[in-house]
């Protein structure tokens, strides 16, 4: 579903931000990305959401690929990916259904199915009772959960998450990995990139590649935890 | 489109006070371009009606037929340059320099003879009242062997095509100058506006929103701020030409269509100037 053949993606100032990496994610699926900072985790996200391209190799996205599918097209694939970030980008003087309903009217969403949706949405991450608070009402944990149902508003094929759990405590966290663990549980893939190799030792079932100096030094699907490797656990 | 026109409503709700600011710079923007408007009207209308007042005469031979007088009348009559032509006899040439120079009035009296020619005053159509048009009508009617001279204040009419060549090119330039400051204020104005809205287009973008969906609220967002803008523009030239007007002096308002045009020209400024920073944005995510 995911496939990044011989990727290298280099930028003019910082150099190879990713070197030859080369990975397949399958349906419904549940991936860490892990490595240091600046090994390569965030850019691997954005190569699979198409926001930047690859300098070398092919990045194929639910049937999409980085050299065929145009500027213009990009919405496409955008529409099969959910994206959350770990600092949630909600729109600020919006309630939180209506930061959840405004990802389904922006992409076409009929106006008669946008409430309905958007509330179930916010009941399946636990936050329907809280539908009509401003965002900045909410706490960190519930702020990260409107996100993700907002990412899971135009059904996606998989859900990418950048460092998700990087700004909340124990308690949120764990209530965020439940719910990735419950969107898994229905068939949805979830690459997540985190640093956090204690969060990582705790999900033993999920697949683990970890990044360092942009090269894919380890991926727990093809290969035996290299000696010394925290990821290995 | 239903869409879009509650967004931008609805941007404009959220943010009354950032929308107003950029309406108000949109419109004092276009108040300059009023103000300059104004000005270029009056000096044009000026300049118009001492046009009018060009015309050719040209002077008859004592000698001169009334058949002659007649040829000529109806030919001249008939030039597309032509307004009116009018035969002034020798008697009423006097009877005018009577009236017209009243203090010559004694050298008049003791006159034995009219030494004034009588003439045909020769009016010229507006739009035709161009120095090349008075030099092909006073060739046209000096070619009559009974027209003794023809006569159109060469020096002044040149004069005056000079003035109006040069406020021509000034208006122009200036009128340019106001109308590219008056687009970048507009376009600074709708660019903080929509900075301020540039999370929106990156989530719109983040969950794969078409471009076009994108843009539209923005681009009516920028028309309904133009708009306003060349609104505010029109009611403060307006006040601007009243006040001049009562304390001031004589001015003539420039014309609805014109005013129409600025509103129209805010409304399109808005529209390209958010199309553009809002594809700045686009490019971004």
Redesign the interface.
Known sequence: MIHLDNVTKEYSRRGAALKDVSFHIRKGEFAFITGHSGSGKSTTLKLIHMSERPTRGEVRVSGYTSERTSAREVWKVRRRVGYVFQDFRLLPGRTAIENVAFALEVTGTPAQVVRTKAQRLLGQVGLAAKAGAMVHELSGGEQQRVAIARALANDPVVLLADEPTGNLDERATRGVMELFRDINAMGMAVLMATHDLGLVRRYTQARVLELDQGSLVYDSATAPPPAGTEATV | M??ALREAVAAIR?APLLAALAASMVGLALFVVGLFALAAHNLSEALRQVESRVEVVAYLRDDVRNAEVELAHGELSRLPEVEQVLFVSKQEALENARRDLPDLGEVFADLTVNPLPASLEIRLRPGFRTQEAVEGVSALAGAYPFVEDVAYGREWVEKLFALRRVAAATVAVLGTAFAVVAAFIIGTALKIAIFARK??I??????????G??RRPFLLEGAMTGLAGGVLAGLLTYISFRMAYAFLFNLAWIPASWILDGIAAGALFGVIASGLSVRRHLRE?
Do not use: N
């Open positions: 239903s869409y959220r999370d929106e990156y989530v719109m973008r983040l969950v794969g929103a078409r471009d969906f994108i995510v």
